[in-house]
């Protein structure tokens, strides 16, 4: 007998916590602003105590900072903090990129083409939304298919840190050719089960990924004491 497939209903609070993931991958919130309660719940047309939830959970995750006199922050991290969670990234997403391209099938090959398709209709977009949501699905071929689901987990747990100002960077239309021209790189080497050529090829593209993040948070820091000058 063939096991029963149960799917868990989703909850108010986890269709919050997912909601307000996408705003953070998009680029809705900026480095540095302040989230109450009051305007989330607003916003996405809920009560207050799902928001409240939500929030307590990407605090505890380390997606947002409580403020002491209330509120919530989107962390703005400083340019070492980057450099350390691309260093954590740098010891757990090349082993995983070789793992792919030892165990991806053609489907696997097929999705990592699909989000880069996504990616190539929104490259000349000015706004990063649609090109920020094709790059998360891109990293999503990559890491989710992998056999080894604990580092998959993991991986997915460092990146979300970032991707609240991954989004600045993504407003580059240059940059975003470049991230594309990369990524069909990786897809092939993967395609062709070349292991060592994938697995250095994503070590190149994380380090292209650090310097345009270290820029972004650079020129966000250089504006904000531009503007307390005046």
Known sequence: MSALLIRKP?????????????ELRSGAFAPGERLTEQ???ARLDVSRTPVREALNHL???GLLQARPRGGYVVPSPTVEEIRQIIAVRML?????VRMAAAEYDASAIEAISHAIEGETTAAGDPAPTEFARANEDFRRAIFDGISNRELSNVIRQFANHLNFIRSATLR???????IIDRQRRIRDAIAAQDCDLAEGLWKSYLRLTEEALVAAMNAMTESRESDTRK
């Open 10 to 22: 989703t909850t108010l609070r986890e269709q919050v916590i997912g909601a307000l993931l996408n």
């Open 59 to 61: 605090t505890e995750q």
């Open 172 to 178: 580059n239309i240059p940059l975003r050719q470049e």
């Open 92 to 96: 757990l997403e090349p082993p995983a």
């Open 39 to 41: 305007s989330l719940a």
